[in-house]
């Protein structure tokens, strides 16, 4: 299908960004993923080129352009060569948008020259223990204490944990408030008190770090406050859709690459003496599966429009998100069958893409709660 998303200088960045991931990325990721983390040195290499912070003003080092479409390319061609270990789409899609609306001039100039440059790798922390769907069961705590805050908790399964300079932590600062009882927390690097424990052990993305992170009566300066103080739940439901939709769109990369590889493979493929790709079924599935790629397409290029004329709503995100990401999990489980055997097997893309993809329907707001958001807005009792 012909895509109307694009202009030519979206191109010309798609163009450049394939060379940073053919010269920078692919020679590194096995070693990546053996170590179970990527090395700094990429990111210094992707500020220098240009590929963190696309949206932020070029007084700060960044591209000085809000348009998500060079986001979703970023996500794209990342998808599209299997390397997963790259934080990209944490740090621009998720974390930039936090900093660019909620830091105020001297934390912009403190924090966003390092964060395009790739001095400074961002995370964010919501997830705890014992709350994940529940956010609002969070139990991480912030005091004040005179100017500053001493904050304790743990928080689990973090994007970037390892390699992160920067998290966005959410605390609970006011228990009798209920939801406007939460605020966002900078924690930088060195603070102390502040640790990692152990680079999680995942069947997938296995170049990612995902870590828990802890806090024992880190001392946080007021000045890292992010935001407005009891604002922490209303800052995420702002920021939550552009998480979802950059989801999304890995998800309709991944459908298409996943597509594209299997129609290969069942060309080439014999069994009883000819293609398996001539087989009725093949061809039954193939089409479904081209169907429903393109319909996931659609949308989510559609959304992406939406985003950029800032009218995407949080409903619309949330069927993106659930819809495209199931889509994927099915299609790459249906692709992974056509390729018998041999889909089980690790050198295969179509293995990869499988454990690789199993996540993309539980983080970020799993299904479930997907539909929650979408429900409730129909206000049906
Ligand atoms: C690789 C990876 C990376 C991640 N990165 C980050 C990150 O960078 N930052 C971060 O903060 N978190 C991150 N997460 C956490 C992720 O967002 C959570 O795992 C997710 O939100 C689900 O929370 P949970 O694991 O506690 O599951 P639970 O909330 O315990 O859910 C378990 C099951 O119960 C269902 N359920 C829960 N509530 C309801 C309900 N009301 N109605 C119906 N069903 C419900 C869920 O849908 C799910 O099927 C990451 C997780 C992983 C595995």
Redesign the pocket.
Known sequence: MERTLFEPEHELFRESYRKFLASHVAPHHDAWEEQGFADRSVWLEAGKQGFLGMAVPEEYGGGGVVDFRYNAIVSEETVHGQYSGLGFA?HND?VAPYLLSLANDEQKQRWLPGFCSGEIIT?????EPG????LQGIKTRAVRDGDDWILNGS???????INADLVIVVAQTDPDKGAMGFSLFVVERGMPGFERGRN?D?IG?KA?D?AELSFSDVRVPGRNLLGTEGMGFIHLMHNLPQERLSIAVMAAAAMEFCLNTTIEYVRDRKAFGRPIGSLQNTRFVLAELATKTTAVRLMVDKFVELLNEDKLTAEEAAMAKWWSTEEQVDLINRCLQLHGGYGYMNEYPIAKAYVDAR?QT????????MK?IIGRSMKLS
Do not use: P, R
């Open positions: 944490l998720v995370a964010i922390a919501m997830t709350a994940g769907s529940d928080k689990t399964f973090i994007t970037n944990g999680l995942k993305l990612q995902t996540i539980i983080y970020g707001g799993t299904t479930e709660i929650e």
